[in-house]
């Protein structure tokens, strides 16, 4: 195990120790003031994720403008900056391994790669940055759907609902059309954009099948951001040279500004990589989706302030219904068959249990 569940992510690992212990339940009963505290600190986290995410496409949109977005080649830098940290890291401290084979961190590489690619793709089309992020949160009913047939999770009617509403959503969105023509390529970033989701969905999958495994705590995470980075990496270098992008690269004009914008959007992705790692595992789903939902309030604001764009009048209704979809799907969480299925063992194992009342920590053999 990592020595004192320190991660990578900042040197020795007492930052973000700190951070996931003041955002984690503690083994005690709790009163109204610590359980606020506790929601406060998550609400802040989450809404930290959300900026993050609002500045990705800002820095995605002044890179497009400056015929500097090489989209492979920026997200490379990214890769590179998750091994260089984590895998050290993971061998230096010699954590636990989720053990999987070589093929399952090439294909889960490969899926990311994509994922990202086809996102920031969308992004770089002339299009309303607003109504592509709710596109996005389709991930989510895909997410459902592989999870029944891969994961072992079973969903009751909370859960239907709440895709129904979402999903209603995006058709909202898929009807808005572009009589002003302000944007011509929406419709092509709308359907890059569902085509990410999906394979966000797939990413998001694997990750939560490896993370889970072996019952190896933070170290899983550690292995997963590392192994994932080098995994990617090389997809992407591979990738570059498929599609051309190393010229494209040398066509570009490096200023300051334009290496600034390509660094900025590098710095935040590995951040939001890193913190949204630690945030699902000590925190609950309602506040991470919730979290995501007013990401798109920011970059509602971020088009009409920032780049003086306008909102059509359906992306409220859009908004409003993902609201709700999300809202409800996430106030039950699914039920995990393959968790009945696992070996009992003397290792006591401190789990989180959620209710609506509160949450605690209670401690059980697994």
């Not at 391994?97 to 490969?110: A, E, Q």
């Not at 023509?181 to 394979?199: I, T, V």
């Not at 920032?306 to 699914?334: K, Q, R």
């Amino acid at each position: 195990m990592c020595r004192s569940r320190g991660l990578a992510w900042k040197v020795g690992g007492q930052w973000m120790e700190r951070c996931a212990y003041s955002i984690s339940p503690r083994p005690t009963q709790m009163g109204v003031s610590d359980t606020v505290r506790r929601q406060v600190v998550n609400f802040t986290y989450g809404q930290v994720i959300s900026i993050l995410l609002v500045c990705t496409s800002i820095f995605t949109n002044k890179l497009q403008r400056n015929d500097a977005l090489v989209i492979t080649f920026s997200t490379t830098f990214l890769y590179v900056l998750l091994a260089a940290v984590f895998v050290p890291y993971f061998y230096v401290h010699r954590c636990a391994s989720v053990n999987l084979p070589w093929w399952f961190w090439l294909v889960f590489g490969l899926i990311d790669v994509e994922a990202n690619y086809w996102a920031v793709s969308a992004f770089s089309e002339d299009v309303n940055y607003a109504i592509l992020g709710l596109i996005l949160h389709m991930t989510i009913p895909v997410v459902t759907v592989l999870s029944y047939f891969f994961m072992g999770k079973r969903y009751n009617w909370f859960h239907v609902v709440g895709c129904v509403f979402a999903i209603g959503g995006i058709v909202v969105i898929f009807c808005v059309n572009n009589e002003g023509g302000e944007f011509p390529n929406q419709m092509k970033g709308n359907l890059k954009s569902l085509l990410a989701a999906g394979l966000y969905a797939l990413s998001n999958l694997l990750q939560e099948y490896a993370v889970k495994r072996n019952n190896v705590g933070m170290d899983a995470n550690v292995e997963v951001l590392g192994k994932m980075g080098v995994t990617a990496t090389i997809v992407s270098l591979v990738q570059m040279a498929i599609i051309s992008e190393y010229s494209k690269v040398s066509d570009v004009e490096w200023s300051a500004e334009n290496v600034g914008w390509n660094a900025g959007y590098v710095v935040t992705m590995f951040i939001f990589y890193a913190t949204v790692s630690v945030f699902l595992r000590v925190t609950e789903s309602l506040l991470f989706n919730i979290s995501l939902l007013t990401s798109d309030l920011y970059s509602a604001l971020t088009m009409m302030w920032v780049f003086d764009g306008t909102v059509p009048g359906l992306y409220w209704l859009a908004w409003g219904l993902e609201c709700v979809g999300i809202t409800i799907y996430s106030v039950h969480e699914p039920v995990d068959l393959t968790k009945a299925a696992e070996p009992v063992s003397d290792i006591p194992v401190a789990v989180v249990v959620s209710t609506p009342v509160d949450t605690e920590v209670t401690y059980h053999k697994v």
